[in-house]
């Protein structure tokens, strides 16, 4: 079953106005981490934020992980139309410690020039 | 780095042939994973391998499906027969320290 669900499903701005996608997960977590998909191509690594953590950022990301909520949020400022993508939160997580990632059903995110 | 390198980039196949793609991980990783993903149910993680030993298969929809990894470099997930239900992108990806993963740019099959 899906562990990650992000909120919204689809997201349109404007370059230049700053993006938040949301994601939800059921069980308690080692890490969770935030991929980035452009069409037709493979997912690519932005951010890992482990359970004893609770911001991170990384250029123009900033993720925040509330662990009480499961819940974790991921901010893009001042988008850019190259930021145009889909965005997936995968956690990894318990006891089993496995690197086993299970993958929430993404933000189609599109900044318009 | 080449990064994660899959073959073919693309299938077109009839029902009822097998089908097999190709992934080599990036060198010195010790994780290895196949995902299938499709509009209807996104990204589902297939199997995953750790040191060449399949950890987890529990992913792998059915019988049809088999998946190898005979060393470190290579790995391949077989569908014998394929049905048009296979029919989706398949990404390999591999990680050290079972950390982030690295994907590969998906072998897009289509199943006539």
């Known amino acids: 079953s899906q562990q990650g669900e992000e909120d919204p499903q689809a997201l349109s701005i404007q370059e230049g106005e700053n993006a938040t996608m949301n994601c939800s997960y059921k069980t308690s977590i080692n890490n969770l981490q935030w991929y980035r998909q452009n069409s037709g191509r493979g997912l690519v690594h932005l951010i890992l934020i482990r359970s004893n953590e609770r911001e991170k950022h990384s250029g123009r990301l900033r993720v925040t992980l509330d662990t009480s909520k499961k819940s974790s949020s991921l901010l893009i400022t001042a988008s850019r139309a190259a930021d145009t993508a889909s965005y997936f939160c995968?956690?990894?997580?318990?006891?089993?410690?496995?690197?086993?990632?299970?993958f929430g059903q993404g933000t189609t995110l599109q900044v318009k020039p | 780095d080449a990064g994660v390198i899959q073959s073919p980039r693309h299938e077109v196949t009839e029902m009822g042939q097998e089908v097999t793609l190709r992934c080599k991980p990036i060198s010195g990783h010790d994780y290895l994973f196949w995902y299938r993903q499709t509009m209807m149910r996104g990204l589902e993680l297939l199997i995953y391998f750790n040191n060449n030993v399949p950890i987890d298969d529990s992913g792998m929809p059915e019988d049809r499906f088999s998946a190898k990894m005979p060393n470190a470099s290579f790995s391949t997930l077989k569908i014998q027969p394929s049905e048009p239900r296979d029919s989706a992108v398949y990404f390999c990806?591999?990680?050290?320290?079972?950390?982030?993963?690295?994907f590969g740019p998906g072998t897009r099959l289509t199943v006539l």
């Open positions: 990806a591999s990680s050290f320290v079972k950390d982030t993963q690295y």
């Open positions: 995968a956690t990894e997580g318990g006891s089993s410690n496995t690197g086993k990632l299970i």
